[in-house]
């Protein structure tokens, strides 16, 4: 327990029942470290710093902050602010919400109903009214965007994002023409005017390109000192952080850049290393937080993750051309295959002794990716596991936990 923790001891992680509370475990936790302290402020302050901005006239828009959306969207003067992240607000109240009044099936995916709740109750409150949707993503959120439009949301879609493992060719540059379009589509949605400003969309493609190389040399570090970062703050950084940077890019990249000094500075230690047992998540971000705890607890380290976008942008061709050739050539370019493969360059470049595969009850649609990496890892014998976790705020069911710590605990025998 770290000196900190030890003086506080009302704080136990079995005691812990809420986000925030995990939030300030980790921050406690990490006491000898500023950079993870500032990484977990931001991750904290990310939805309600850019509400702020936006009622100080700033614009902001939801929509789910990763792949080429906050490229665009920075370039814009726009903060893409991630609606997966109102998630650690929600409480038991948001189903009764997406399941009473909008009439969810009870079965619906957690995470669709959590959001759903949480728009209604920000619905003609002064804040974000924008939401930025993605066809791509699932049948339950194309129903809740629609739903939630009757609420005074101005929603605009994305058409779907999809390409074949076979497609090339002249057919992709079709698909790129497309992805160009519909670029200058959210641009005219956005601002009034089709059109980007070439030498802001730069600006942020450099940027990209430069904190990718940084938090590629912050996992190169980590494979050192596997234990400084814990699973918490690194999932935060790297799923939802890279992609976004919590609304406030030069803060990000310049807790990233101390991250980066600290981790340089301090000597390797041989047991450490010895009795790492490093994991590779195979998952969205879980807002069960309780879990990362429980691979923390068991000895376990999540060197490897799978939603970290790996591909740099092109920065030898127009802007809005490189952003339409990454989409196109990125793990979330559709197929279930292109995960898979990062997933296996991950496993073999850690030499991970396990991968975790992480979803929510209830979603059909990433549950069959799921099942078909568990099946492609169990037959080159590397232990998995698949776990269904719930999206709303609350600790993690008792069996989650059992099942996380003995895959671990098994993993080390
Ligand atoms: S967890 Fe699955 S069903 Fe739920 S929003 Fe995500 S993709 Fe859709």
Known sequence: MSPL???????????????????????????????????????????????????????????????????LLY?????????????????????????DYYQFPVETCSMVKCTVAQWHQRAHTGTIDKILGNCSSCEPFNLAWEVIRSEGYDIFNNEVI????????????????????????????????????DDNLKVEIQRKNRLLTKLRRVLELRRAHPFYMKSLPIILTLNIGLNNYFGKPQE?????????LELEALPIDEKELKAVIPLVWAGGTGQEFGVYEAIDQSGGAI?????????????????????????????????????????????????ARGVILY????????????????????????ACINLEGSFQTGSPTGQVLTRVKAFVEMLAA
């Not at 990000?252 to 980066?260: R, T, V």
């Not at 009850?361 to 590397?382: N, P, T, Y």
Request: charged content about 25%; aromatic content about 12%.
């Open 252 to 260: 990000y990249e310049a807790a990233i850049d101390e991250l980066i």
């Open 359 to 382: 979803g929510y009850i209830g979603c059909s649609f990433a549950s069959v990716d799921r099942e078909m990496w568990r099946r492609f890892f169990h037959e080159k014998g590397l």
């Open 75 to 99: 370039s814009l003067g726009v903060i893409p602010v991630s609606y997966g992240e109102m998630g650690r607000y929600s409480q038991r109240n948001d189903m009764l919400i997406a399941e």
């Open 303 to 351: 060197l490897g993750l799978r939603s970290v976008p790996f591909r740099f942008y092109r920065e030898d061709i127009p802007p809005l051309e490189a952003i339409a050739r990454w989409v196109y050539d990125n793990s979330n370019a559709g197929a279930g295959v292109y995960a898979r493969d990062v997933l296996d360059s991950e496993v073999e470049r850690l030499k």
């Open 162 to 197: 999809y390409r074949g493992p076979s497609v090339k060719g002249e057919r992709l540059e079709e698909l790129i023409q497309f992805m160009k379009e519909q670029l200058l589509d959210v641009a005219e949605w956005l601002t009034g005017q089709r059109a980007v400003n």
């Open 5 to 71: 923790l030890a003086q506080n001891p009302a704080l136990e992680a079995e005691d812990i029942t809420t986000l925030s509370e995990y939030i300030a475990y980790a921050k406690l936790a990490h006491g000898y470290s500023p950079a993870v302290n500032k990484l977990l402020d931001l991750s904290e302050d990310y939805v309600p710093g850019a509400e702020r901005a936006f009622r100080a006239g700033q614009k902001a828009v939801w929509c789910n902050a990763n792949n080429y959306q906050p490229v």
